[in-house]
Nanobody, 121 residues
């Protein structure tokens, strides 16, 4: 019912920047929070950033001041601007949204397939 497609990952040198996008489609009635997570090899998935439908943002301490999450509600799209990238930012980045689909009264969480970000030293 809801599909998420991430894009924008790639290989970048330390200190560089990338901008990730997450486009949601399907029978979407409304989207509450939009989040970014990441999972490095051999590690658990960790939350990175979130943005509410009112535009309030939160970040994990490791990325504060370097990453910026934003959203375009008209396009049902979330973005993650990543600056001053470090090798430890290397991971697969996943988008997750809390959304309500048409004809329902409750929200569910949906996940994208992930996009790889590799930062070389």
């Amino acid at each position: 019912q809801v599909q998420l497609v991430e894009s924008g990952g790639g290989l970048v040198q330390a200190g560089g920047s990338l901008r990730l996008s997450c486009a949601a489609s399907g029978r979407i009635f409304s989207i509450n929070a939009m989040d970014w997570y990441r999972q490095a090899p051999g590690k658990q998935r960790e939350w990175v950033a979130s943005i509410t439908n009112a535009g309030n943002t939160n970040y994990v301490a490791a990325v504060k001041g370097r990453f910026a999450i934003s959203r375009d509600n008209a396009k049902n799209t979330a973005y993650l601007q990543m600056n001053s990238l470090k090798p430890e930012d290397t991971a697969t980045y996943y988008c997750s949204i809390e959304a309500r689909t048409t004809g329902t009264r409750t929200s569910n969480y949906y996940w994208g397939q992930g996009t790889q970000v590799t930062v070389s030293s």
